[in-house]
């Protein structure tokens, strides 16, 4: 059974950065396209990038030119770097596969843009 852990959100002031990371325990990770999702309160789950197993990436139109998906697939972990960060942008945010059928989620972190 595959599990997700997500990290390095937190609470940033509007502009600022956050790097996201999320471990998949898989061997076979690199075979997967990856996305990252996220859900604000109220609201349901959107997948806001996503990444192919040969690292092409998409983006939601919200998001677009501010985050930037990437993978290292030696170290199981996919990454959404996410600048110029809005009070919008919050929400718990999540790693799955791209795709109609996912993996158990994981716990998800915490993104909250506040001044």
């Known amino acids: 059974q595959v599990q997700l852990v997500e990290s390095g959100g937190g609470l940033v002031q509007p502009g600022g950065s956050l790097r996201l990371s999320c471990l998949a325990s898989?061997?076979?990770?690199?075979?997967?396209?990856m996305g990252w999702y996220r859900q604000a309160p109220g609201k349901e789950r959107e997948l806001v990038a996503s990444?192919?197993?040969?690292?092409?990436?998409n983006y939601a139109d919200s998001v677009k030119g501010r985050f930037a998906i990437s993978r290292d697939n030696a170290k199981n972990t996919v990454y959404l770097q996410m600048n110029s960060l809005k009070p919008e942008d919050t929400a718990v945010y999540y790693c799955?596969?791209?795709?109609?059928?996912?993996?158990?989620w994981g716990q998800g972190t915490q993104v909250t843009v506040s001044s």
């Open positions: 799955n596969r791209a795709a109609s059928t996912t993996w158990p």
């Open positions: 990444i192919t197993f040969s690292s092409i990436t």
């Open positions: 898989r061997s076979d990770f690199r075979l997967f396209g």
